[in-house]
């Protein structure tokens, strides 16, 4: 497990609960110290409470992938790079790759697995995706929940979904890994949108207008990008839109109402205290878009008021008139 915030914790929790042993890097070793000594994360769902017969955190990032099986990615996107900096070109050799992680490669303006599989030399039918509707805080509290594992080898798929399953988790194979994976992206500049226009005063009425508008805009992007049948009703792309549109949970909802309500992008990073990957997102998928010039009037919005520091009220009005 590749990372220490709450996604790296409750599926480190859901593994190790089903019997895997997990190999737990987190980069301050304060933390891991305390995991050690408390079997408890100290600052991401630190109720959760872990047996360190399985569970074992590092901040030697060769140490933990060394032995590793499987590798689960699940930092941030901006800061993947840094953390996978140490590892040797051929580190994920023989082993399988799976990102947790919905954002994409600031700068390089690519996907996580892209980037993976480039880096490390790693092929196609040896990554995945973890996607669907799920938040890390309801998963520390054990309320149902659904995962849908994509990857290209749908056995690899399987597997990795039969190591998930459990009491309140199911977990469904799926083919379409670009599609997921973007989709898990996009979702995030939706809820941040939705955040805003919450900020600024905006109701439910809109709410359900602006989820509505981005699924075709959801669709245009991914029609553009890679054109394959796929389902956008399914729980991986409408369910994830969804839930991080409107729950309490959302980071990037939550990062989008500050903005809205007035606060610098800098200001409500720092409190926030937790990743709105969306703010990342969206500059790579504007920039991508300057190629495929699909009609993308939410991602643009959002763009020009975290980029451009055009103000919220006025991208929400142009927004408004382009709505159906
Ligand atoms: N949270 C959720 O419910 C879900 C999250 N995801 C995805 O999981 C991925 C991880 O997000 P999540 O676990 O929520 O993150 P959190 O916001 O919970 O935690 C942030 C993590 O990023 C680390 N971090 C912050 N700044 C830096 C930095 N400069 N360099 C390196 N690491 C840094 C933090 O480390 P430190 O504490 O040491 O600062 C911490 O481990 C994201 O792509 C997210 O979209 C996917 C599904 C659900
Ligand atoms: O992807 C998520 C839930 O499926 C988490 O979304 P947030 O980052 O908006 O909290």
């Known amino acids: 497990m590749i990372g220490g915030g709450s996604w790296a914790t409750a599926l480190a929790k859901i593994l ?3 019997g895997a042993r997990v190999s737990w890097w987190m980069r301050n070793k304060a933390d891991v110290e305390h995991l050690r000594s408390t079997r408890h994360n100290a600052r991401y769902l630190s109720s959760v409470q872990f047996d360190l017969t399985r569970v074992t955190p ?35 050799k023989n082993k399988r790759i799976i990102s947790a992680i919905k954002g994409m490669i600031p700068g390089r303006n690519e996907l996580v697995t892209d980037y993976a599989m480039e880096r490390f030399k790693v092929t196609r039918d040896r990554v995945g995706v973890v996607a669907g509707p799920c938040h890390a805080e309801e998963v520390a509290l054990e309320k149902q929940s659904y995962l849908t594992i994509g990857s290209p080898d749908l056995a690899l798929a399987e597997d990795f979904c039969q190591r ?16 997921i994976e973007y989709c898990a992206v996009m979702k995030n500049i939706i809820a ?23 699924v075709q805009e959801i ?6 990008l890679s054109p394959q049948p796929r389902d956008l009703s399914a729980s991986a792309y409408l369910g994830d839109l969804l839930v991080t549109a409107y729950s309490q949970f959302s980071r990037n909802r939550t990062f989008g109402n500050m903005v809205g309500r007035g606060y610098s992008v800098k200001s409500a990073q720092m409190e926030m205290n937790m990743i709105a990957e969306g703010y990342y997102a969206v500059k790579s998928i504007y920039e991508l878009n300057k190629d495929l010039r699909v009609n993308m009037p939410i991602t643009t919005a959002a ?3 975290l980029y451009e520091k055009i ?3 006025v991208e929400l009005e142009i927004l408004k008139e382009k709505f159906r």
Not at 168 to 177: N, R, S, T
């Open 164 to 179: 998930l399953r459990n009491r309140y988790v199911k977990a469904h194979p799926a083919a379409d890994l670009d599609g």
């Open 58 to 92: 590092s901040t030697d990032i060769g140490e933990v992938v060394k032995d590793a099986d499987w590798v689960v990615l699940a930092v941030p996107a901006a800061f993947v790079k840094e953390a996978l900096d140490k590892l040797d070109r051929d580190a994920f």
């Open 311 to 313: 103000s919220p009220a």
């Open 303 to 305: 763009y020009h008021v």
């Open 192 to 214: 941040l949108t939705a955040g805003v226009a919450h900020g600024l005063g905006y109701g439910d009425n809109f709410q359900a207008v602006l989820v509505a508008n981005a």
């Open 16 to 18: 190790s609960e089903n």
């Open 219 to 224: 669709r245009r992007f991914l029609y553009a």
